[in-house]
């Protein structure tokens, strides 16, 4: 029995569109195996850890796994292989180096640039974000030569 | 068909919330603090893009508070790499500001590397920093929501709109919700086209189920290029696609092995090939094979050859690299990170690169501006590095006014990558402002025909299917209709069969292209009558019709150069040589949107660093 309970996360963050709910079962399921790409976003959104991938069938054997479990709150991501022979190799690497969104500036609430910075080459942060001391860097247009030879 | 019209008034849209799209959300509310900045998204801006598995690198950094490398040095590796042509201004201009991108990304909780010796960035290679990008994606669209105004996932963007009081104004864009059916009219004063490159252009090595084991993602449908292509904007070296050497089925990237592991490739019976091929290559394209380092394209074309003279299979040679543990774990984590369908093909298949020296391959074409590669949009630079013949006004706005591109829209500007689409993403969006500012009050004119007859096209394929589906049993085999799966098979076959795709080694004439371009008319005439069963497979036509489209305008582009300008990713048999007499330019092409007919031109390289 599947552990799906139909929550539809997987639906939600799917790039290709191809979880779907089952209209009868009320579960879901991969309705185009042929336009995934294999990104386990499904796999690591679902609550339940319901997914199990097989690799494609047109080259990859049976008996392997690759499963992954995202952590959000621990920032982390752990993934364990299984070959085909029953090796199996585990992995642990961080995801984020801070508590979760809260370093992420909202801009309107920055001092209003002026119109002369909005005149200037120059981007939000800059050119302190940078971390030089010379400025944004430009180039002198004279030099500038047109055809093969550099 | 009943689907309800949903209106949305804004001052800038974002078409596409990739690396691009982000970033252009997130800096156009910087500078327009009190605009209106709403983004359309195809899947859900949390994933979607390219990077919606994650990296674990970031490949364009250029490491100027240490002094590693200056704009001026990204701009020769760029153009070293593309056989001499890129737009160094516009390369110089990413380049120049990428850092600041990147230090952003590290404040906001994207681990990156540090080399615990010098206490810098782990450097994978001159221009990769080595990172834990598992997340992201989910990352930098947080700064994307905190931005924009409003943001709509899981809208597919058909089509652009266009002013109607002026000739060559873009007014907005309509799409269609996949999960409601409902027609969105966007109408904006300037878009940003953020969207993604041409996956499954040409025919893939997978087949079947794992067809969709693409290099670049399936959901990458080109309507970067269709979008502008057919609101007659301007467009640029749509033939330099590109063939990717990588880990054989899985595509697992090879940057990392290459330059941090240091592994090495060999033919199937232990020899080093590439140097075997030095005259022959040299022959074809003179004293390009000597510069340093190697053109990717000139590693490949030895990679084919070695191939086709039947030393085959090629390998990475791992065995040596992975008894260091720490290779090891870093060999793995690099696919885990961003091509988990390489562990799964290694698991598989029982490959421990410890003890197996793992094949590689070369991949199906594709056509796409942000990575190695420059296809896209023709646009203006910026004011203070750009020649006059480059300059129209607003950075990043192609040849339509108000519309704007980034990342893979953008031609011109190999080597971006990830962070390098987010800065032009942002520098994009701070024109845009500037855009609005001066022509805000302009009064745009969309009539309600112009969005009416397109949604009417846009629902086209449900009808389709909802009347032909009356004539037959069941199946899938009808005499009116053809399916989106059906449309793409036939397109991949044509590219692959006439314009250098991998059936072929890459290998195409004029002859051939005409011939292409004769089949890929008949199945535009076909797309009118593509069935779509549901949403989903409505989402899918669209696609379809996008990657139809920029087939078109890549055959257009890859016929006017006479010339192999790149042996490795594709090759003009008529035209074995690179031609710098003749072909040291840069193509343009324009396809007139009321006759459908294109014109090419070729534009002069500029080069603004020595």
């Not at chain 1, 779907?20 to 991969?30: P, S």
């Not at chain 1, 022979?85 to 001092?111: C, H, Q, V, Y």
């Not at chain 2, 195809?42 to 979607?48: V, W």
């Not at chain 2, 940057?255 to 592991?261: E, I, K, R, V």
Request: glycine share 10%; proline share 5%.
């Amino acid at each position: 029995m599947t552990r799906c309970d139909g929550c539809g996360h997987c639906v939600d963050i799917c790039p290709s569109d191809i979880m779907h709910i089952d209209k009868t079962y009320r579960r879901a399921l991969n309705i185009e195996p042929n336009m995934c790409w294999e990104c386990y976003s499904c796999v690591k959104a679902c609550p339940q850890n319901a997914i199990d991938c097989r690799g494609y069938a047109d080259f990859a054997p049976l008996g392997h796994s690759v499963r992954v479990l995202r952590e959000e709150e621990k920032g982390t991501i752990s993934w364990r292989i299984k070959f085909r022979d029953g090796r199996e190799k585990n992995f642990i690497s961080p995801i984020t180096t801070e508590p979760w969104g809260e370093k992420i500036p909202r801009l309107a609430d920055l001092a209003v640039p002026s119109e002369e910075a909005l005149e200037s080459q120059l981007l939000c942060y800059e050119p302190d974000a940078l971390n030089i001391e010379t400025g944004l860097p430009t180039i002198d247009k004279s030099k500038f030569k047109q055809g093969v030879y550099y | 068909m009943g689907f309800k019209t949903v209106f949305e008034d804004c001052d800038i849209l974002v078409v596409g919330g990739g690396m691009g799209g982000t970033g252009a959300a997130y800096e156009s509310r910087y500078w327009g603090r009190d605009l209106k900045i709403v983004v359309a998204e195809k899947a859900n801006i949390d994933r979607s893009g390219a990077v919606a598995q994650g990296l674990y690198a970031i490949n364009c950094y250029m490491g100027m508070q240490w002094d590693e490398n200056q704009p001026e040095d990204h701009v020769r590796y760029a153009r070293n790499d593309l056989m001499g042509m890129v737009r160094e201004d516009l390369a110089y201009d990413m380049a120049r500001h990428v850092d600041s991108t990147v230090h952003k990304f590290e404040e906001w909780g994207l681990p990156l590397m540090r080399d615990p010796e010098t206490g810098r960035y782990q450097r994978e290679g001159k221009w990769q920093i080595m990172i834990h990008g598992e997340s992201y994606k989910p990352i930098v669209a947080e700064a994307a929501r905190k931005s924009a105004d409003k943001i709509y996932n899981r809208i597919m963007v058909t089509h652009l709109l266009m002013d109607e009081s002026r000739p060559n104004r873009v007014g907005g864009a309509v799409g269609f919700n996949v999960r409601t059916g409902d027609f969105h009219v966007f109408r904006a004063k300037a878009v940003i086209v953020g969207a993604g490159g041409a996956s499954h252009i040409f025919k893939p090595r997978s087949v079947g189920e794992g067809m969709g084991r693409t290099w670049y993602a399936p959901w990458s449908s080109a309507s970067a290029y269709a979008l502008p292509i057919l609101v007659g904007a301007k467009m640029t070296q749509m033939e330099n696609r590109i063939v990717l050497c990588r880990f054989k089925d899985g595509y697992g990237p090879v940057g990392a092995y290459f330059l941090h592991l240091k592994t090495y490739t060999q033919n199937a019976y232990g020899e080093e090939y590439e140097s075997k091929w030095y005259d022959h290559t040299k022959n074809l394209v003179g004293e390009y094979i000597d510069h340093h380092p190697t053109p990717t394209c000139l590693r490949n074309h030895a990679f084919i050859e070695e191939m086709k003279a039947g030393r085959g299979p090629i390998h990475m040679v791992t065995k040596e690299a992975f008894q260091d543990p720490h290779k090891e774990v870093i060999g793995w984590e690099n696919f885990l990170g961003m091509t988990v369908g390489q562990a799964v093909v290694w698991a598989s298949q029982d490959i421990d690169p410890k003890y197996t020296n793992p094949e590689l391959t070369t991949s199906e074409p594709y056509v796409m501006g942000s990575h190695a590669t420059c296809s896209g949009a023709w646009a203006s630079g910026p004011e203070d590095v750009s020649p006059d013949e480059y300059y129209w006004g607003y950075n990043r706005m192609m040849t339509v006014e108000g519309l704007f591109g980034a990342g893979d829209a953008l031609g011109g500007t190999a080597h971006a990558f990830s962070s390098g689409s987010f800065t032009e993403g942002r520098l994009a969006a701070k024109a845009a402002v500037r855009f609005v500012r001066d022509h805000g009050k302009d009064d745009i004119k969309i009539s309600d025909k112009q969005f009416e007859d397109l949604k009417s096209t846009v629902y086209k394929p449900l009808e389709n299917y909802e009347i032909g589906r009356n004539e037959i049993v069941g199946g899938t085999v009808s005499p009116s209709y053809i399916l989106p799966i059906h449309g793409l098979q036939r397109l991949e076959k044509i590219m692959d069969e006439y314009a250098g795709g991998i059936s072929n080694n890459y290998m195409t004439n004029e002859p051939m292209l005409l011939r292409g371009m004769h089949l890929l008319k008949t199945l535009q005439e076909d797309l009118d009558h593509i069935g779509a069963e549901d949403l989903h497979q409505l989402q899918r036509a669209w696609e379809l019709r996008h990657r139809a489209i920029a087939s078109e305008c890549v055959v257009q582009h890859t016929l006017f150069r006479e010339e192999t300008r790149w042996p490795g990713y594709y090759y003009r048999g008529d035209f074995m040589k690179l031609d710098d007499e003749n072909w040291h330019a840069l193509t343009l092409s324009r396809r007139d949107p009321e006759s459908g007919e294109w014109t090419m031109e070729k534009a002069p390289v500029y080069h603004i660093v020595d």
